[in-house]
């Protein structure tokens, strides 16, 4: 969607503010011993206690209020029985619908005891996020985003997990564009539109390029001994610097 009036600015910030909010509630919960279920239940309680909803089980019913991945799992892990450990690396990534309008954003980090190449994966994921964030503008190609996206994590020393992407937002959870990709594609022609929400989400990864679906039908893992890293933001494309909607 294009956020065209103070009506949508103000439905899409108080969405993205309740994410924000329970991605940041949730990682100060976790400890170790705990299973994602658990976890799952505080960020279910928060987004009651603000009347939004999960959006991944409103729109795909999805079993679970939050997806929670951990170590070799990169996406859409669902909560259950597994046990959260000392030194394991976590993915949090909260969609919720308030009033009709969505929010979606991601956080990875490591429990201690810390690995200082976990560590520097999940920040130069952040700062990869950060500066395509901080790069674009009304105007620009879409396909900018893959091409900075990728480039910054081969700066970092990483690659992209290539099936993993960005996609528009705002009414729904998933709009156009549905697949922004995290690599340079020149035959991708559309601009990017001032009031356009999209979400920026590059998965770093230390080794694998893709990601496959297991058998439960929806976690995403890496199948060799790498570790994915994923940070995103739901953002607003203006002339200018991008409104970031999802901050805690």
Known sequence: MTSDTPKDLEGLKAAGKVVGHTIAEMKKAVTPGMTTAELDR???????HFGANSAPKVTYNFPGATCISVNEEAAHGIPGSR???AGDLINIDVS?????YYGDAGVSFQLPPYNDDILHLCR?????????????RAGMKVNEIGRVM???ARKRGYKVIRNLCSHGIGKS??????EILPFYNPRVTTVLKEGQVITVEPFLSTGADYVEQQSDGWTLSVTDNS?????EHTIIVTKGKP???TSA
């Open 124 to 136: 130069s994921t952040e700062e990869t996020m950060m500066s395509v964030i901080n790069h674009l």
């Open 42 to 48: 505080v960020g279910a309680k928060i987004l009651e």
């Open 96 to 100: 919720a619908e308030l009033n009709g």
């Open 150 to 152: 990728e480039m910054e």
């Open 243 to 245: 409104i970031i909607l």
């Open 227 to 231: 570790r994915v890293a994923q940070y």
């Open 83 to 85: 046990v959260i450990n």
């Open 173 to 178: 959870l998933h709009e156009k564009p549905y």
